[in-house]
């Protein structure tokens, strides 16, 4: 079991930046792929980035790559977003989420998650 909380959404200024961070329990935190996704209002949820194990794999969505960071700290249990020049269509619910997978790649497919966070809500303004 992963337990994941979410936390540093808010509001912020188009062009602004924000860093979210995810905080992990449970055990084995390094036998796990990380990921955000994100869901706008009547939208689905959608793929944003993710990280391997290691540290060595990251992926994007094309809408923020360039823009968006992701990193892990496995000795502190915590996934970062690093989010910059955001604009307003950045806005949504921002979810963490853990895939039990140790190999040099991620997957971008929500449904390949097992665990996840409640989400923290970021809004931009214009």
């Known amino acids: 079991q992963v337990q994941l909380v979410e936390s540093g959404g808010g509001l912020v200024q188009a062009g602004g930046s924000l860093r979210l961070s995810c905080a992990a329990s449970?055990?084995?935190?390094?036998?796990?792929?990380m990921g955000w996704f994100r869901q706008a209002p009547g939208k689905e949820r959608e793929f944003v980035t993710a990280i391997n194990w290691s540290g060595s794999v990251r992926d994007y969505s094309d809408s923020v790559k360039g823009r968006f960071t992701i990193s892990r700290d496995n000795a502190k249990n915590m996934v970062y977003l690093e989010m910059n020049s955001v604009n307003p269509e950045d806005t949504a619910v921002y979810y963490c989420?853990?895939?039990?997978?140790?190999?040099?790649?991620?997957?971008?497919?929500?449904?390949?998650?097992?665990?996840w966070g409640r989400g923290t809500q970021v809004t931009v303004s214009s």
């Open positions: 989420a853990a895939d039990r997978l140790r190999v040099g790649r991620v997957h971008v497919k929500a449904s390949e998650y097992e665990y």
């Open positions: 449970g055990r084995a935190f390094g036998n796990y792929a």
